[in-house]
């Protein structure tokens, strides 16, 4: 109601601040988009989200959110924004967080995505605090090819800023056994995240995404996504196609066609075997224990 009526008070205030044609010559720039001008399009505001993609990083958090915003009634914010795990950017206040999301129409939801929130122990009860009744998104991937996808990341990063570079196999093995202290790794421990989001929402609010599916065919993931945010059905397989260079999905919304960035998709390394089997056997529990919280199982090895 409140996005409601800012975007009345928005639509009278600029009917009277510019003739329609002045608004709608405005040259936005290049690299720029509508929410970076003075004037936002008419009728819309900028609302707080009504779902959040809570994590988990290097889960398909960007992939989920980029297919999601074909969608005509999501406006999804651009960038993440850190607002509930970063205490310096909460310190800033809902206001702050609330300039950061996108313009939206009455008939629009606003979704951010934030991989960090997930393993975040404050961000639960501060999303409460916002709204109780948010509905939240989390996608996730088998754990341990989380883990080998999150060293890529951290690798190839450490690459371009011309920063030494370990193998894999020397941060997962420590004195011959497995580092459990190793942040990839406890970015995995599902069970132990879930658990502290449970005890801030019910398990009903919180829909999980299989991000392993999500790859390999998007659109019945998608879909469950629209019936779980009371969305029309509006993706459809038409808005997909398999890039053959690339190896994933691809968008078709439009008339454009748009792939995710470069950084996407990137080859993992391989790694050893036996320290491979010592990885997927630490987690073999934490993902049992995750099943049974969620009420449900995935096919991770």
Not at 45 to 59: D, E, F, L, M, N
Not at 102 to 128: D, M, N
Not at 212 to 221: A, G, K, N
Request: with cysteine.
């Amino acid at each position: 109601m409140a996005c409601l009526l800012v975007a009345v008070f928005l639509l009278v205030l600029q009917a009277y601040a510019a003739p329609p044609d002045f608004v709608q010559s405005l040259d936005v720039g290049p690299g720029l988009t509508a929410n970076d001008t003075l004037s936002p399009p008419l009728g819309t505001s900028k609302c707080a989200p009504h779902s959040i993609i809570i994590g988990v990083r290097k889960g398909g958090t960007r992939a989920l959110l980029e297919m999601l915003d074909i969608h005509p009634e999501v406006a999804a914010a651009a960038t993440e924004v850190h607002f509930f795990d970063w205490d310096e950017n909460y310190a800033k206040g809902f206001d702050w967080y609330r300039e950061l999301m996108p313009y939206s129409y009455p008939h629009q939801i606003t979704v951010e995505k934030t991989p960090g929130y997930f393993t975040s122990a404050l961000a639960p009860k501060r999303i409460r605090a916002m709204n109780s009744s948010i509905k939240l998104l989390l996608i996730l991937r088998d754990p341990t090819e989380r883990v080998i996808s999150d060293y890529t990341q951290v690798y190839f990063n450490r690459l371009e800023n011309h920063k030494p570079v370990q193998a894999i196999e020397n941060l997962l093995v420590r004195s011959g056994a497995l580092n459990t202290r190793y942040k990839a790794i406890q970015r995995s421990l599902y069970d132990m995240h879930m658990s502290n989001w449970l005890r801030y929402f019910p398990l009903e609010q919180i829909h999980i995404v299989d991000g392993d599916t999500l790859i390999r065919d998007p659109l019945p993931e998608l879909q469950k996504v629209e019936r779980f945010l009371n969305l029309p059905p509006r993706i459809m397989s038409s808005n997909f196609y398999f890039n053959q260079t690339k190896g994933f999905y691809c968008i078709r919304s439009e008339g454009r066609e748009r792939c995710l960035h470069e950084s996407k998709g990137r080859p993992h390394p391989a790694v050893n075997g036996t320290v491979l089997q010592q990885l997927r056997s630490y987690l073999r529990e934490h993902n049992h224990n995750f099943y049974r919280l969620v009420k449900r199982s995935f096919d991770w090895q």
